[in-house]
């Protein structure tokens, strides 16, 4: 019986399987052979706390939550160590906020050694975190639907608190209640969220950073608008200017008002002019527009108008 399995190639290679394998599994426990194996994804932590440090400070960012590195040592502490190795940050020694660049020091046997640490070095933002009024404005994107103008738009509150790492504080400006213009097609009240922004109007995207009012509601009052020609008004009784071709500056005015009242009118005139002599080519004439109840010129915008006679 023996020696037909002894004749069985299948049998035999089967066998020295085993065989190998006892034989390896036999160094492998006994002998313990060194070994280099790539870690990855080993955890970065901190001394102290995890985020509670001296005097009241705070982790704020770290540019790696993980390192890599390469462990050289008996296979038992190398093969499949990965989720027991650990990156310690030494913070304990750290008094005051700033952005620190600190080389993590890896938890490891005392016959294991790392090489090829990948980062070198981890930045740590620290700081405490502070709180203080910042004055709320109201902040436009977009543009405007044709023949909509806005009058006011008024927030709700003037203020709020806000909290954030008290290296960043003096970059607020202010906190932006943000409207989208090109969704304003009438008078009414919305309600949005606030966003931190400097002084150029650039959006502060801050960790951590909490806005007490987590709504503001704006007040918007929103006109119609429309660009209307101007047709002077002349009293030429003597016929002073016949013959005589009459230029106006402007030609045509932007008026603002509530929709009824700004659909109701297509154009615009000035005061009487009244001639009492044939006006020369350098003679200027300053007359005041006629606007209809309810319009009104942009703000700034002046009601007098320029004829002159050619």
Known sequence: MVKKWLNNKTFLRILSLVIAFALWSYVIITQDPERTARI???????????????????????????????????????????????????????????????????????????????????????????????????????????????????PDISVTTVTVPSLMLEEISYVGATIDLSQVTSSGKIDVSPILYNENGNVLNIIGASIEASVINVDIEAERTKTVPVYPIVSDDGGFAKGLKLNVSPQTVAIYGNADAVNAVTSVTTDSLKLFSVPSGNDEFHVKLQLPVGVRLADGASEVVTLTFK
């Open 40 to 154: 990855d994804n080993v955890e970065v932590i901190c001394g102290l706390s995890q985020m509670q440090l001296n005097e009241g400070l705070t982790i704020i960012s770290k540019s790696h939550e993980t390192v890599s590195f390469t462990a050289t040592g008996n296979r038992s502490l190398v093969t499949g160590v990965a989720g027991k190795f650990y990156a310690k940050l030494d913070l304990d020694n750290i008094m005051t906020p700033g952005k620190y660049s600190i080389t993590p020091v890896i938890s490891k046997p005392d016959s294991v050694t790392v090489q090829a640490l990948n980062p070198t070095a981890i930045e740590v933002h620290i700081d405490r975190y502070v709180s203080s009024l910042i004055p709320v404005k109201v902040h436009t994107i977009g543009t405007l639907p044709e023949g909509v103008a806005i009058k006011n738009a008024t």
